[in-house]
């Protein structure tokens, strides 16, 4: 078992800046690819961006690009999202997950979610 604990959401305005970090506790962590994924009120759940195990390479929706930046930290278990530029259409809960599988949009591993308001 891997147990996923996320924290930096908040409220931000339009423009602004926020890091969300995924601390991993359980099982050894540096295998899993890792990954965020988000969910606005009265949608599905979507990717956002995956970095691999060995960092080598990170992939992002095309609606985050540029704008975000996946990163991990293997001796501290911990995944970060650094989200720059945020639009209001950034607003949603943000989970971490571990080994995601990126088109099905399905995981082995979820956290229990962080909140990001972005205000117009």
């Known amino acids: 078992q891997v147990q996923l604990v996320e924290s930096g959401g908040g409220l931000v305005q339009t423009g602004g800046s926020l890091r969300l970090s995924c601390a991993a506790s359980g099982r050894t962590f540096s295998p899993y690819d890792m990954g965020w994924f988000r969910q606005a009120p009265g949608k599905e759940r979507e990717f956002v961006a995956v970095i691999s195990w060995s960092a080598g390479s990170t992939y992002y929706a095309h609606s985050v690009k540029g704008r975000f930046t996946i990163s991990r930290d293997n001796a501290k278990n911990t995944v970060y999202l650094r989200m720059n530029s945020l639009k209001p259409e950034d607003t949603g809960v943000y989970y971490c997950?571990?080994?995601?599988?990126?088109?099905?949009?399905?995981?082995?591993?979820w956290g229990q979610g962080t909140q990001v308001t972005v205000s117009s």
């Open positions: 997950a571990a080994d995601p599988r990126v088109v099905a949009g399905t995981a082995d591993y």
